[in-house]
């Protein structure tokens, strides 16, 4: 693994997008773009990912292994598609639950639930940095396409180490810009000029839409990312690249 130099912790708490923003006001400004795109979250995946999502999300769940009897949470999770993937994975005998910061993602999710005949998951409004769990409660941490939404990164990190059983595992799925280099200018371009277009037209909101695009080429790479959870706490990072490296799951245990 090449050697990373880090940043400063929680660099990317100054940064909205490519704008620098008060740290302070990174939290509500995100929660503003959520809010408003939380109607159109699931359509707008499938078209901004042309549907690989679904199988990125199908993959992630295959090494979670999750299983019955299990604590699982879910950080970052309104839409509810990881968790009820894992709810019928395990048919229904994991404790699994949704934590998410904005109310209105999460309406969306239980509705979604709902629809599927789904009533045991619990939801549960809270801060990925500040977590409503108890220490060492949870069998399974994952957290998808939103920790780069985080103000404080580290301090997530942290968290997640906190409320993970000895022996638990933590699982991250994001977006990445240390995507192959064959891929990285139309990846980049993709993101930059096509992503607000599509959020424009379907989501009626080219501005949030303008963030999410800005906020995966702020994100840390693979490697840099694994050696910050490492001194979160969550030993024997590595990653998978999925599709080139445009979507990559890290994977980490609490010892």
């Known amino acids: 693994m090449p050697k990373i130099t880090l940043a400063p912790s929680n660099p990317e708490s100054e940064w909205f997008g490519f704008r620098r923003v008060n740290p302070q006001d990174k939290a509500s400004m995100v929660g503003r773009v959520f809010s408003s795109v939380a109607g159109n979250y699931d359509i707008m995946n499938d078209l901004m990912s042309g549907g690989l999502h679904r199988l990125w999300k199908d993959t992630l769940v295959r090494r979670m292994n999750p299983r019955a009897g299990q604590n699982l949470l879910d950080v970052a999770g309104g839409t509810g598609d990881v968790a009820l993937r894992c709810h019928k994975r395990t048919n229904g005998e994991a404790k699994i639950t949704v934590c998410d910061i904005n109310p209105a993602m999460l309406k969306h999710g239980k509705a979604k639930a709902l629809d599927q005949g789904v009533t045991d998951i619990t939801w549960v409004t809270g801060d990925a940095e500040n977590l409503p769990f108890a220490d060492s409660s949870i069998d399974t941490y994952s957290i998808a396409f939103g920790l780069r939404n985080v103000t404080r990164i580290d301090q997530a990190l942290r968290e997640a180490a906190r409320v993970l059983k000895p022996g638990g595992r933590f699982f991250c799925m994001e977006f990445s810009p240390g995507v192959t280099p ?20 379907i989501a009626k909101d080219r501005d949030a839409y303008q963030y999410l695009a800005e906020s995966i080429l702020k994100f840390p790479p ?21 599709t080139g490296g445009i979507a990559v799951i890290h994977e980490g245990w609490r010892l």
């Open 182 to 201: 064959r891929l990285k200018p139309l990846y980049e371009a993709y993101c930059v000029n096509i992503l607000p277009l599509i959020g424009q037209f």
């Open 222 to 242: 693979q490697a840099a990312l694994a050696k910050r959870m490492e001194q979160a706490g969550l030993e024997r990072a590595k990653w998978t690249d999925l």
